[in-house]
């Protein structure tokens, strides 16, 4: 079983002026799957902030894969790829790659994700959308390739290549 950590970064929602839907949906496609949510919290959109809780995660509770869930937009506020990627020890862009490219056949505007990929340690962190629609739809689209890249990021697998 991998472990996950559900990360919603949100000025509204931080400020209890707008319900975490989207987290709620993370936890429950990822309970759904197998996956054991050692902590879902909300934050506010400071760069600062998300690496402390992005290197809490990685570094002290372990998680596996830790999803944000909002920041990845143009506006002044959103600085969650930034973050994201002053905490890497790797990229692993191909899985927000994935998620714009089938986003692209719902909506133009996932052209318009700044969404980030990457590992830390022994920590795949993945930026999802904000909204609570393209979040479900991101994240049910790369559940079950997921699963492969935990295993070798773990080295709990081997191989990749097909027959």
Not at 38 to 47: A, L, N, S, W
Request: net charge positive.
């Amino acid at each position: 079983m991998f472990t996950a950590f559900v990360l919603t970064v949100s000025d509204k929602g931080s400020a209890g002026q707008r319900v975490d839907e989207s987290g709620e949906i993370i936890v429950e496609i990822l309970k759904n799957n197998g996956y054991k949510v050692i902590d879902k919290i909300i934050i506010p959109d400071e760069i600062k902030i998300i690496e402390e809780k992005l290197k809490y995660a990685s570094d002290v509770l372990n998680a596996n894969l830790i999803l944000t869930t909002g920041g990845t937009g143009f506006s002044k506020r959103d600085v969650t790829p930034e973050a994201t990627l002053n905490v890497k020890t790797k990229l692993a862009f191909g899985i927000c790659d994935a998620i714009r490219l089938y986003s692209l056949t719902i909506t133009k505007k996932a052209m318009l994700s700044r969404a980030v990929s990457v590992i830390r340690n022994d920590s795949l962190i993945i930026n999802l959308p904000g909204s609570p629609k393209a979040v479900k739809e991101a994240l049910e689209y790369i559940i079950d390739p997921l699963k492969h890249g935990l295993e070798i990021m773990l080295g709990k697998a081997y191989e990749c290549a097909r027959k």
